[in-house]
Structures are given as C-alpha cells and as structure tokens.
C-alpha cells in the first residue's frame, strides 16, 4: 500500500509503505473508511517538533475490521469501529478512572494517513458503531470522533462547563470549534470563540457560539473582562498550545473558574506565583477520547451533532500533500482523506 | 499600643506604633485574644522576598470588637470573631462563587502581631462564634482558623479529596499539619504524609496520617508510586510552594488526579508540556478561608478538630522576636503570641 511519510519541513510524501498485519495477537488491522490531517500534524511539518527520519503520519481514523489477532474477543471482522488516537487496554486502572489516553498500555497512534492500519489493544481501543455500517454521510463525523470531536469534548469537559455558564473558547482550529458545539450540548449559556477568520467564524456561531471576539493577547482577555461585567469566563478551552494562547485563556478566566489546555503545549511556561494568584483550575493533556467515544458516536448516529462539518477539504488520500498545504496556508480548516 | 513591625532578614522588632482606629465606615476594630506567627512569614524574615522598609507583621487574629465604624450592620462590639488573612465584602460576584480572598475589596491583612487591629470590610470579613465568648481553651483553635487550618482545609477541598482517596501532604508545616486533619474529616482512606521530623510526624499521625514517607524529590515520588502500587494518589496538597515541593506533589499524582497548592510558590516554574503529559488536575491560591469559617468554628466549638495543637510554643507577644526565630530554626512547628 501507500501511505503518508513525513520526510522534513513541508516535505510530505506519498510513498510505498509495507502492508500492516497483526503482530500482537491483541492487534486489529482495519480498511479505513477515510482518514484526515490534524492540527498537530503541523507541528512536525512546520519544523516546529524535531522528528528522527521518515516519519509515517495519521492518527485518526475508522473503517471496517479486516482481521484480528487471536487473543481479541470482542471485536469482530466487519465490524465498523471508531478509535481514538492513543490506545488503550481499558482495563488497567488509569482506563479505569476514566484516562485511557494515559493507560499503562497506551501506544500514540502513528501511520493512519494510509488505506489500512494496524491497531494494538483492539478490545480497548476501538469501539463498533451500534447497528452495523454507517452511512457514508456520517463517515467524516464518526472520524472527527476519533480525535478532533473528542478532543473537544474533553476540553469542554475538563473546563467544567455547566448548564448556564459563560464558556470562552481560545483557538479557531476544528478542535476549538468542536469545543464550541462540545459546550453547546453540555448547556452552556453563553460561548464566545475567539477567532479573526470569517469561515471559522460562520461554523462557530453554526455549533453554538453566541458571540465572537476577535482581539488577542492583552486587548482579548480585556474584551472577555467587558463581556462578562469585569468577571471573566467560567470555563475557558484552550485549543491553541502556545503562550500566548495559554496567557490568554488563564487571565480571560473568573477567580475560581477552569481553564483547560488539551493541545500539546509547545514552549510554555508557567509562572506559578503567578498563576498561583489567578486562582482558577488547570486540567489538561491528550484528550481520553476513549471515555468519550459510546457517547459520541451515538450522538451522530442520531444526528444531534455534526461534526464533520469542520472538514471543509476533501482530497483523495494520494493528494496528501495539498492536504497539510492548504491546512498550514490556513485554506482549509481540516482536510478529510478520502482512501 | 506596641507591635511587630520587620525591619530586614532576621530582624523583627517589638514597637511603638499606632493605635488602630476606624478609618472606613465599614471597619471594625478587635482587641485580639491571640496572634500568631505564619509559615509564610519566613519567606521575608529570611530575606527570600523583598520588604519595602520597616513593615508591619501579622495577618492571623481572633478576639473581641472594640467598635465597628458606622456603615457595618451585622458585626456588633462585645463579639467574639474570627476572621481571615484576606478581607472580604462576602457579596461581590468573586465571594459569592466562594473565592473570598479574590473579592473585588480584598486586602491582605497585615499589622495583626499586635493587641489591637483594624479589620476593613467587617461585615463580610468576621464571623463571630456562635454562643458568644468562648472558653480560653478553644482559642488557639480558633485563631488557627483564621489562616493555617483554612488553608489546610481549602488544600483538601481544591485537591478532591473524597472519601475512601488515598491523598498524599506534601509539607509538614502547619498548613500541611492541617491538611492532613483536614483529609481525615473529609473521609480520606488513605493519608501519606510527607516529613522527615519526629514530632512533626507524631502530629501527622494524630491528625489522621496512616503512612509517612520520609523520601523527598525522586525518591520520595518512587516511594509514593511504590505504596500506589504504581498508580499514584488521587489527591496530593503542596503545601510549601518551592519548585521541589511541587514537583514532587505534580509527579506524585495519578494520571486525571487533583494536585492543590496553597503556599505563594517561590521560585516556581512550570513547563507546560511535561503538565500537559502528567494529566494532573492544578487548583491553587490564597485560600478563601470565609467560605470555611462557619463550618470550621462549629467543628472547633463542638470538639470534633483540635486544630489549635500545631501550636507547640506559646510566647508572650513581647517576646515575637523568639517566636520567629523558633520557628526559622524549626524548633517550633508554629508560635502562638498571647496578647
């Protein structure tokens, strides 16, 4: 098969892979349904995380199980599934307290920007869709699940959003937006993205946010402290991973309220006496999308959310590299690979 | 009146100074039953933060209303109240989310080693005990209230203990003294405290510890795995604020587990990327010890806590000068100044 190598800044190739196969006998392998490039893909591509050679790429994923090692019990061939990007046994107790993503058997998924892929820790880590396979409509929702949504999820989840609170969310990219809608079904009164780009914007307010605000850094946290009578955010989502959006989601914070932080942070640093003084809650890391995944999908299996909205690029997978292009232009807000 | 005012490392003075007076129509004045000397103290009374002149020391009181200034309704003279280092109007949108010590009037107390004391925002800062004037046994108590328990109390609740949790104190300060009684009351299963001293670790035990480690840095986090059968602990309270002791506390936590930091962090730097990978919950602060105090005087007046036995040197407050020292030299765990 061909699959995406990553070869050095802005360099992507789509190249000659070996054919996965089991190699555990708790592995799966899966034809993917489609496959997608993320946010933090870009880091490496950009040159901004070192990488050691080659690299293969992809870690989102869903598709038909096409065989499945010998100590796998309960996922079958056929079956549709969603995984997340890092595995998980689900046993162990760190799955157990509801952190998959930091299970004592967690692998990052790697090499999923190809037609099949071989998944360790089946049993834990993928989920079949209820009532066999989707309609290809719901293909790029049950994807976005596999990382983008859920991330999502969990910021709005590790952010404490509540029925009637005030929720301010830090970053425009898909993770962001589907912090937007994450909030929105989790009740939240009132959702300001903070975003300068008009595409974004629009799918924004379509998830559920209620106002926009387009200022960063100091004259950002000042228009969140005028939205909210000089108090600032209950709950704030960064989604972005760099200083600036970090400062700009602490101190858009009330006393008392949550931040969370769910993309890798790439050189920040946090003061503690100052932010010991701010007062608010940090929660954060990769996203346990394991935890969330049941719920998710069976929320797009009955159309109470669209997520794949936020793939506004579809490209056959051998175009892979106009897909990290136009994302890294900021073109395209997410690109679905279709295989 | 005399009191105690710092005037460079190690040199505190007992003086004249002025006599406090109602300057705002919402102060009280208080004749002090009691004062005390602070962890927190040390920091300039051993040069590590920087004094701005001669000041003025003493943010932990208790005792009776003098007078009250004309705008205060609820706090009347004859009283006997407890009050925390941080004021507080008790109505702003701040203190009614229950951060008092972020409330949009706060002032950090000072000036309260002395016999009397001008406490600002008196009807939403002071609680008087119900049943008027307590026994002189319940006074060290009480006045530990004001500060040290409160922030023992509020490192519990901000770091999710639960009944059954296994929690981990790390310091072996008053506060963590406190901390430790704290988990006890809130239903902790399992209490680890962090020391390396004998009566230190006798008053652990007393106040609910089940383990002690006496490991600091690595191998006090290995020892911390070793008892978790390589979890971690549910919910750790850092209650020292150097860069060690946080450490130690963020490494010593479960994967989604609750780390609290109460002590103003000196030194502290966190790199976000490596919190971001620890999956820890962070919540810290000045301790809104008003959103405690009721609960705290009733368990004190009804027996159930005897906060005030981290006091193991009692001095007259002519002597502070002593007080300080004992505790700089570790020779005392806290000093208690009778007025």
Redesign the interface.
Known sequence: MKGAVLYGPKDIRFEDCDDPKIIEPTDAVLRLAATCVCGSDLWPYRGLQPIDGPTHMGHEYCGIVEEVGSAVKSIKPGQFVVGSFATSDNTC??CQ???Q??CIHREFMLRAQAPFLRVPNADGTLVPTPGGTPSPSLVPSLLAASDVLGTGWFAADAANVKPGGTVVVVGDGAVGLLGVLSAKQMGAGRIIAMSRHESRQKLAREFGATDIVMERGDEGIARIKELT???GADSVLECV?T?ES?MQAIHAT???GYVS?VG??????????K????????????A?VRRFLPKLIDLILDGTIDPGKVFDLTLPLDRVAEGYRAMDERRAIKTLLQV
């Open positions: 107790p760190h307290y509801g952190y993503s930091a009578k000089g108090i991973g200083q970090m009330r006393p008392g932080y890798i942070p790439h050189g920040v640093v946090l003061d503690g006496q932010l010991f003084f701010t007062h608010v809650h940090l929660h954060g890391g990769p346990p």
